[in-house]
């Protein structure tokens, strides 16, 4: 494979990189150790223009963009515990909002989705109310919380100090045709817990419990859902990669795993 393009985007490692909705063409977020937020824009074929760029305090550990609904938006965690978001306004300029996540660093950040649960009518066609802006916060405390906007803050509805070492990843689900929330969360101490809103048909995001939770003697670094949400795939400290799937009962169960040549195997 060649390389098309390249970004002379950080001054020390680039710890992720995530592609825009293509709603809005071509469009890419990076962030480092270096402490910068870089949003790039693909302005003609393989030329590249930075659009935004920031320089935090300390390292930037994580970005994820919003779903496309709600724009062109951006959040990125940080070492000092904060969670930036960076907003695209109509002509085209760049604003940045804050708020403290935690009191230690955030390594993980996750968007709800643009939906509420149960979201198929009587004719089985979609219909569509957007609920605010919601996230998934995981840290180096080990708190995982939930954040959802109100007016123009992001206010704290849950907290849960379950892990015991730094929360590595954490993934929101899909929730289109389906009758709750899901999040996946995974640790270094090793554990996958997957996570249900019991109260999300009213849109309450305080009430959540653990409906799966499984430990591995080797870190759990990130967690991935299938696009309809109910399989999950998990990759560890020991080069494994393992997939679960949702059974009855709302219990996840392993289906398959990589074997010693990297090949994916059914169990």
């Known amino acids: 494979m060649s390389i098309h393009t390249y970004l002379n985007s950080h001054s020390g490692p680039c710890y992720e990189a995530k ?14 150790f270096d402490k910068k937020i870089n949003i790039w824009k693909e302005v003609r074929l393989g030329q590249w223009d930075r659009v935004f760029s920031f320089e935090a305090k300390v390292a930037v550990n994580t ?6 609904e709600y724009g062109l938006v951006l959040a990125a965690g940080v070492s000092d515990g904060k969670v930036l978001i960076i907003s ?34 009587v004719s089985g066609e979609p219909t ?22 109100r007016e123009s ?27 709750e929330e899901t999040i996946a969360s995974c640790s270094e101490d090793g554990t996958l817990i997957v996570w249900r809103c019991v109260n999300s048909k009213e849109l309450k995001y305080s009430d959540w419990k653990s409906i799966t939770t499984t430990k591995s003697t080797f870190p759990a670094w990130k967690v991935s ?43």
């Not at 569509?128 to 906007?149: A, E």
């Not at 992001?154 to 009758?179: M, P, Q, Y």
Request: charged fraction near 20%; glycine fraction near 6%.
């Open 19 to 32: 592609w825009a909705h293509p709603k809005f063409e071509n469009v890419i977020a990076t962030c480092g």
């Open 63 to 68: 970005v994820a963009w919003a779903p496309w």
């Open 88 to 121: 695209r306004k109509p002509d085209d300029t760049w604003y940045q909002t804050e708020f403290i996540a935690d009191n230690s660093g955030v390594l993980a950040v996750s968007w709800g989705p643009a939906s509420q649960p149960t979201m198929l009518s």
């Open 128 to 149: 569509f109310t957007l609920p605010p802006k919601r996230l998934v916060v995981g840290s180096m405390s080990n708190h995982l919380r939930i954040f959802v906007q």
């Open 153 to 179: 803050t992001f206010e704290k509805e849950w907290d849960n100090l379950t892990h015991k070492d730094w929360i590595r990843d954490v993934a929101w689900a899909s929730n289109i045709g389906l009758n």
């Open 225 to 267: 859902w299938s696009h309809v949400g109910h399989m999950l795939a998990v990759s560890y400290g020991d080069n494994q990669v393992k997939i679960f799937k949702e059974e009855n009962e709302q219990t996840f169960s392993l289906v398959s795993e990589t074997d010693e040549d990297g090949q994916l195997k059914e169990k």
